[in-house]
């Protein structure tokens, strides 16, 4: 029977998936990240048995929610507790009550199911600095669209170590966050103490793109540090392209930091948030 690890950011609008995607044998799938000053959280999905067509009730079921969740800093741990959010998928997941993320400490995290314990152990970077956002008017296919932008971010660098970063954004009537173009990207190759990226946010339609920084919306911005395992991860899935995958595992060389075999991260994460309007 073929089996397929749901990545964490699958979105349930449909009845079923087609079975266009490829397949993994990874047993587990984990999306688990601290934050500085925050309690970590940890979402768990199982691989689903199918063939040809993945029913959304299979995709639910999936969700794991009788894992044992802990972590430790070396000196305190925790049990994490299971809790409810409707508004994303897998909508239970496991969150901190006691250990904030602290910059300098080493965080292990231990899950433990159906007698497999799965282990890692990860830290928080620094928090990025956005020293300036521009616009510039967006191009279609070398035409300029007057009425939708590109940003463009100025970060501050430190040329003596190479940092690692993703990209989210919104609209501000938008209930949550989606990946940014580029999605990825770090300063291995940066040499300056500061260096401007351009930035867009569109999505495809009937295979058209279609611009979503309009003029005179609101929006949200977040710029996240990350640790260089979970850069690895998302590099791992989608290769060269540096937009969040939406369904499955496209590769078997995927890279993890999580022990036996599991598919995913444990991240440490530090995000530097900006909201702005998008000038004429």
Known sequence: MKKIALLIVIVLTSCAIEDTIARKDDP???????KEGKFAEVRLTNSINFSGIIDSLEIAKS??????????????????TLKKDENRFPFFFYQGTVIKGEIGKLYNLSITINNNT?????????QPEIINIDFVTANEEGNP???FKDIILTIKNDI???????ILIKNENDS?????????????????????IVVSYSKFENDTKIN??????TFELQLIQITKEQFSFWKSIKDDETILLSGASLTNEVNSNISNNAFGYWSGENPTAIKFIVPE
Not at 28 to 34: K, V
Not at 160 to 166: A, D, E, I, P, S
């Open 160 to 166: 003596n170590t190479t940092n690692y970063f993703k």
């Open 145 to 147: 669209t007057p009425d």
């Open 118 to 126: 799965y282990h890692s152990t990860t830290s928080i970077p620094n």
């Open 212 to 217: 979503l920084l309009e003029t005179n919306a």
């Open 63 to 80: 969700v794991e929610s009788k894992a044992k969740v802990s972590i430790s800093d070396g000196t305190n741990s925790e049990i994490l």
């Open 28 to 34: 587990l799938s984990i999306e688990a990240n601290i």
């Open 176 to 196: 949550k966050f989606r990946d940014a173009t580029p999605f990825l990207f770090n300063t291995e190759n940066i040499n300056t103490a500061e260096f401007p």
